[in-house]
């Protein structure tokens, strides 16, 4: 079984910074793609950030030169690093993994239970 645990969101002004974590534990024998996804109620859930097994990280156009994905050297955390934070950021951000749990290929594809991120003044 695989969990993903996701911290670090909260209410932050326009303009301001937030970084989120997201940590994948149990039975990881290696990982595909982690990423992150938001939904809020005016929109369907969208992609935020991902980082795919060729390494390169993937952004909606939204965020586009804000916000930074990166992974810890174990691969098993990763960060949403989230700068110049405008009032339509406001949503639930959910963490979503694609991980391998053994060596032949079995897959665990899931969901964080998601963080909220409010940007007001």
């Known amino acids: 079984q695989v969990q993903l645990v996701e911290s670090g969101g909260g209410l932050v002004q326009p303009g301001g910074s937030l970084r989120l974590s997201c940590t994948a534990s149990?039975?990881?024998?290696?990982?595909?793609?982690m990423g992150w996804y938001r939904r809020s109620p005016e929109n369907e859930r969208e992609l935020v950030a991902r980082?795919?097994?060729?390494?390169?990280?993937e952004y909606g156009n939204s965020v586009k030169g804000r916000f930074t994905i990166s992974r810890d050297n174990a691969k098993t955390t990763m960060y949403l690093q989230m700068n110049s934070l405008k009032p339509e950021d406001t949503a639930v951000y959910y963490c979503h993994g694609k991980i391998r749990v053994d060596e032949f290929g079995s897959t665990w594809n899931g969901w964080g239970q998601g963080t909220q991120v409010t940007v007001s003044s």
């Open positions: 149990g039975s990881i024998f290696s990982i595909d793609t």
């Open positions: 980082v795919t097994t060729t390494g390169f990280p």
